[in-house]
């Protein structure tokens, strides 16, 4: 069951040993707990490149992967201390990165909470970047309508 009455916040920063980026995106979409899984999706807009892509992110104790599809599509897979080869469309063609999670942190509830993770990720296992991603889930504290 998708309810889409979440606050989703992402922060994530990105540096490949000569500069550093960062994005913060704040946006509306959906949070669901599903026996032992999370499920976080939203869409993304133009203002990051990623026309009308949705983006999955399934957490479970083990992994968290990391799905977007429509304008862009990738599949990342994070788990602590592997690493796994994972699709990514660039735009101009598709590349297979070496993605290897160096932290995970969950404090997700059945109400939301926080996500952290970090890893590097390596193109033709030639460092390219080291990431930190914070995404904050909230219920969305909509006032009716009508009263």
């Keep these: ?21 960062e994005i913060k995106l704040t946006t509306t979409g959906s ?20 026309q009308d892509t949705t983006t999955t992110v399934h957490i479970n104790s083990e992994k968290i992967n990391i799905i977007r599809d429509g304008g862009v599509k990738s599949k990342l897979t994070l788990q602590k201390g592997k690493r796994h080869l994972c699709a990514y469309e660039t735009g101009v ?42 995404i904050r889930v909230r219920p969305s504290k909509r006032e009716p309508v009508f009263s």
């Design 31 to 50: 949070f669901v707990k599903d026996h032992e899984n999370y499920y976080i999706s939203y869409l993304e807009g133009d203002d990051f490149g990623a």
């Design 93 to 134: 063609g598709h590349l297979m990165v070496g993605i290897c999670a160096e932290n995970i942190n969950s404090e997700l509830n059945a109400e939301g909470g926080n996500l952290y993770f970090s890893y590097a990720m390596d193109i033709n296992s030639e460092f390219a970047s080291t990431n930190h991603i914070h």
């Design 1 to 21: 069951m998708k309810n889409n009455n979440y606050i989703i916040e992402v922060v994530g920063s990105q540096n490949d040993g000569v500069s550093e980026d």
